[in-house]
């Protein structure tokens, strides 16, 4: 009998289930859709108002900024910066979280996820001052620094529950042969975090090549990366919306493309790092 009680309820909560998601989905996908259809619009279509439901889709945008700008250039230099940034973060970012995990000392941690959580402004004018200082303002290394501030967090937060989940039995059987902590992390723990490597990396390379501030700022016209290149369609005066979705559209296809790819590893890898045991 209460089987069957149960069951108007059970029914009422799937189809709340299924409404909030459909909400959240619209939500997401909305500015996503806009952004899309707005790229085929000429400018003056993308803010008329009321807005422009039926329109005659143009790629005068999309042509327009293969001849004015030298996106495959700027494309590159995003993908130097990003993959330079996301190899740093997982090379300083994992031992860190083996010995976060090892120590069980959770203070870096929380040291490591404050200054992620820290505008980047705070960081910016120091930075600025001293990459001029040494001559390195414009230069693919600047930027991968100050990105690897990016993707280093992540890469820590996110490793931390997959050494977390290695039995300590495991770490002091080795230490009983006579493995030193760092053949230990190197020989043991690290074949066994490779889905949450995989996991950091991607979100690491999502967030460094979507970050603006640094880029703009610390870039000039030879290492511009696409997310500051994007910037030059907002004047003083006016804006190119038409324009400037089109270069968004296309800034937001590699992650997409990335992540459509890689996505059941990603669901995975994540929901291993996050179960105990």
């Known amino acids: 009998m209460s089987s069957l ?44 108002y ?15 900024l293969s001849e004015t700008t030298p996106f495959l250039q700027f494309g590159i230099n ?3 910066v990003t993959i ?35 505008p980047g402004t705070l960081f910016l004018l120091p930075w600025y001052v001293m990459f001029r200082q040494v001559d390195m303002i414009g230069t693919y290394g600047a930027l991968i ?12 937060w996110v490793l931390l529950p997959f050494f977390d989940n290695i039995p300590r039995s495991v770490f002091e059987a080795a230490q009983v042969d006579g493995c030193s902590p760092v053949r230990i992390f190197w020989r043991i723990a690290l074949p066994l ?16 090549w979507n ?6 700022v610390l870039s000039n016209s030879d290492t511009k990366t696409l997310i500051a290149a994007s910037f030059n369609f907002i004047g003083e005066g006016s804006t190119n919306w038409g324009g400037l979705m089109a270069a968004a559209t296309l800034i937001a296809l590699p992650p997409l493309a990335l992540a459509l790819v890689v996505q059941r590893w990603l669901i995975s890898g994540l929901t291993l790092g996050a179960v105990k045991g």
């Open 193 to 208: 975090v490779v889905s949450g490597l995989a996991v950091s990396s991607i979100l690491a390379f999502v967030f460094s």
């Open 84 to 118: 330079g940034s996301t190899a740093l973060g997982i090379l300083l970012g994992a031992p860190a979280a083996f010995v976060v995990s090892w120590t069980r000392i959770t203070w870096p941690a929380i040291v490591t996820l404050l200054a992620r959580m820290a």
């Open 78 to 80: 995003s993908l130097i």
């Open 5 to 48: 009680a149960n069951r108007p309820s059970d029914r009422l909560i799937a189809i709340l289930d299924v409404v909030l998601l459909v909400a959240a989905g619209i939500a997401v996908l909305a500015p996503v859709a806009w952004m899309v259809l707005s790229s085929f619009k000429e400018s003056y279509e993308v803010t008329a």
């Open 211 to 216: 970050y603006f501030l640094f880029a703009l």
């Open 145 to 156: 620094l100050t990105h690897a501030v990016i993707t280093m967090p992540i890469v820590i």
């Open 50 to 64: 009321p807005p422009t439901i039926f329109f005659s889709p143009t790629l005068d945008n999309y042509r327009s």
